[in-house]
């Protein structure tokens, strides 16, 4: 291997979650290759990886050219677990209401006239770059027209995971669950060649969803390989409406009909009681905690600490902007750990590791995506970040795990990398994104008026 094939970055720190726990390592060196895997990390608490020396001969080792960012923290990509990313533009267009009430009233009539293929390209152009420049680096994205979607995250050098939509209403998209399935398919075939895409299906809700149409998806899904991404109890309506209308709740319908299994990941559980974690334990489901959402729309708090304690995985997501109305992994981070002591009334409840850990590894895991990203090992991706310790309000620092949760913001990142690809460095998108993002800025004003046009209906 030559050495202009190889990269390298140096911080003061490398933090990373493992199977067992976290790693943080000193004055830590990762080197990767062209393939963007991870050759070899090196720190003054480790020695040098072995295999660094398998593809490096001492004279080629001294040729390679160290980014060394001296005062920084490495540590993995955010994975944002949970999204609508092309909702973006639809950003403040419908605060301050109860779940119902924002879909039924302004989201999805707002959807009727709006969302087409050039809303969604825009929209996930926009919502990107705002992650990426974040330190998110890889996002499940749940909305309409997943092939725009998934090119505008491909252009942006972001890694994603498209859960294909699939409802029994007729949208702008679809006619109906048969089509929205035929499509899903379809995307899933013509992207599938993609290497920063993976594919899920995505029926939206069980209150939107019949038996019909979740026991084909779980054929499908099962056919395919594909994870199956919903929402699920995120308001107590929706258990009371399950209970009313099917004789169970919701957890319980989505066991019988066999959608539960390790490759379920329900978004939000906000009303989950004992029986419903249970049976997500027994079937090593996945939940994705979304507070920001959760607090706006008055749904509640997730119940994160009897998840985990369960042995559930649990990751974090923002849900889309137009709900929460931001995508700040970093600010979900902090919420998540926060809201779990109070929710516990124990401050050791949910830890900064655990929230650290849930945001990278437990987004991996919950994507199985985790062979792949979320943690900084060999022969995984370098999709990572680096978190500056230079601002005043970032010392000192005695612990970095709790520095990136209790402390960083997503303003300290200074550099991102997806696939060993820099999107972000000094706090700017990589020149082709940065483009990108701009001809979306200028298409933005349009849909920004024509919102602004039914809010006012």
Same mark, same amino acid.
Request: negative net charge; proline residues 4%.
């Given at each position: 291997?030559?050495?202009?094939?190889?990269?390298?970055?140096?911080?003061?720190?490398?933090?990373?979650?493992?199977?067992?726990?976290?790693?943080?390592?000193?004055?830590?060196?990762?080197?990767?290759?062209?393939?963007?895997?991870?050759?070899?990390?090196?720190?003054?608490?480790?020695?040098?990886?072995?295999?660094?020396?398998?593809?490096?001969?001492?004279?080629?080792?001294?040729?390679?050219?160290?980014?060394?960012?001296?005062?920084?923290?490495?540590?993995?990509?955010?994975?944002?677990?949970?999204?609508?990313?092309?909702?973006?533009?639809?950003?403040?267009?419908?605060?301050?209401?109860?779940?119902?009430?924002?879909?039924? *009233?302004?989201?999805?009539?707002?959807?009727?006239?709006?969302?087409?293929?050039?809303?969604?390209?825009?929209?996930?152009?926009?919502?990107?770059?705002?992650?990426?420049?974040?330190?998110?680096?890889?996002?499940?994205?749940?909305?309409?027209?997943?092939?725009?979607?998934?090119?505008?995250?491909?252009?942006?050098?972001?890694?994603?995971?498209?859960?294909?939509?699939?409802?029994?209403?007729?949208?702008?998209?679809?006619?109906?669950?048969?089509?929205?399935?035929?499509?899903?398919?379809?995307?899933?075939?013509?992207?599938?060649?993609?290497?920063?895409?993976?594919?899920?299906?995505?029926?939206?809700?069980?209150?939107?969803?019949?038996?019909?149409?979740?026991?084909?998806?779980?054929?499908?899904?099962?056919?395919?390989?594909?994870?199956?991404?919903?929402?699920?109890?995120?308001?107590?309506?929706?258990?009371?409406?399950?209970?009313?209308?099917?004789?169970?709740?919701?957890?319980?319908?989505?066991?019988?009909?066999?959608?539960?299994?390790?490759?379920?990941?329900?978004?939000?559980?906000?009303?989950?009681?004992?029986?419903?974690?249970?049976?997500?334990?027994?079937?090593?489901?996945?939940?994705?905690?979304?507070?920001?959402?959760?607090?706006?729309?008055?749904?509640?708090?997730?119940?994160?600490?009897?998840?985990?304690?369960?042995?559930?995985?649990?990751?974090?997501?923002?849900?889309?902007?137009?709900?929460?109305?931001?995508?700040?992994?970093?600010?979900?981070?902090?919420?998540?750990?926060?809201?779990?002591?109070?929710?516990?009334?124990?401050?050791?409840?949910?830890?900064?590791?655990?929230?650290?850990?849930?945001?990278?590894?437990?987004?991996?895991?919950?994507?199985?995506?985790? *062979?792949?990203?979320?943690?900084?090992?060999?022969?995984?991706?370098?999709?990572?970040?680096?978190?500056?310790?230079?601002?005043?309000?970032?010392?000192?620092?005695?612990?970095?795990?709790?520095?990136?949760?209790?402390?960083?913001?997503?303003?300290?990142?200074?550099?991102?990398?997806?696939?060993?690809?820099?999107?972000?460095?000094?706090?700017?998108?990589?020149?082709?994104?940065?483009?990108?993002?701009?001809?979306?800025?200028?298409?933005?004003?349009?849909?920004?008026?024509?919102?602004?046009?039914?809010?006012?209906?």
């Amino acid at each position: 291997m030559e050495a202009s094939e190889i990269q390298a970055v140096r911080a003061d720190w490398l933090v990373t979650p493992t199977e067992h726990g976290t790693a943080v390592l000193r004055n830590a060196t990762i080197y990767w290759g062209k393939s963007g895997k991870i050759i070899a990390i090196e720190s003054v608490d480790s020695d040098r990886s072995p295999s660094i020396n398998a593809v490096l001969s001492e004279e080629a080792n001294r040729d390679i050219a160290v980014l060394d960012l001296g005062a920084a923290i490495l540590c993995p990509g955010l994975v944002n677990a949970h999204c609508h990313a092309a909702m973006t533009l639809m950003r403040g267009a419908a605060d301050d209401l109860p779940l119902m009430d924002w879909l039924q *009233k302004r989201i999805w009539p707002m959807e009727g006239e709006l969302v087409d293929p050039t809303f969604v390209r825009v929209g996930t152009t926009l919502a990107a770059a705002e992650m990426l420049l974040g330190g998110t680096t890889t996002c499940a994205d749940m909305y309409f027209y997943p092939e725009d979607a998934a090119r505008a995250f491909v252009s942006m050098g972001m890694r994603a995971q498209l859960a294909m939509p699939v409802i029994e209403f007729p949208t702008r998209y679809a006619s109906d669950a048969d089509r929205y399935l035929a499509l899903a398919l379809e995307a899933r075939d013509a992207l599938k060649g993609e290497a920063l895409l993976s594919f899920a299906l995505g029926p939206h809700a069980p209150y939107t969803v019949s038996d019909a149409t979740f026991q084909r998806v779980v054929a499908y899904a099962a056919e395919l390989g594909l994870p199956i991404h919903t929402h699920l109890q995120e308001t107590a309506t929706e258990v009371d409406e399950s209970l009313a209308k099917h004789g169970e709740r919701p957890t319980k319908r989505m066991e019988r009909l066999g959608v539960l299994s390790p490759d379920f990941v329900g978004a939000h559980g906000v009303h989950l009681n004992a029986e419903d974690i249970a049976r997500l334990a027994k079937n090593a489901g996945n939940i994705v905690h979304c507070p920001s959402s959760n607090l706006k729309l008055a749904s509640g708090i997730a119940p994160i600490t009897a998840l985990t304690k369960a042995g559930v995985n649990v990751a974090i997501g923002t849900d889309g902007a137009a709900s929460n109305n931001r995508l700040d992994m970093f600010e979900e981070m902090r919420l998540a750990a926060l809201l779990a002591k109070v929710q516990a009334n124990d401050a050791s409840a949910f830890p900064a590791e655990a929230a650290f850990r849930a945001a990278t590894l437990g987004g991996a895991k919950a994507l199985n995506l985790s *062979k792949m990203i979320g943690s900084l090992e060999i022969g995984k991706q370098a999709d990572m970040i680096a978190v500056s310790c230079d601002a005043i309000g970032m010392n000192p620092m005695f612990d970095p795990v709790s520095h990136l949760v209790y402390v960083a913001s997503r303003a300290d990142v200074i550099h991102t990398w997806v696939a060993g690809n820099a999107c972000v460095i000094d706090r700017a998108l990589a020149r082709n994104a940065h483009q990108r993002l701009t001809d979306a800025r200028l298409q933005m004003a349009e849909f920004s008026d024509r919102v602004s046009t039914l809010r006012r209906a």
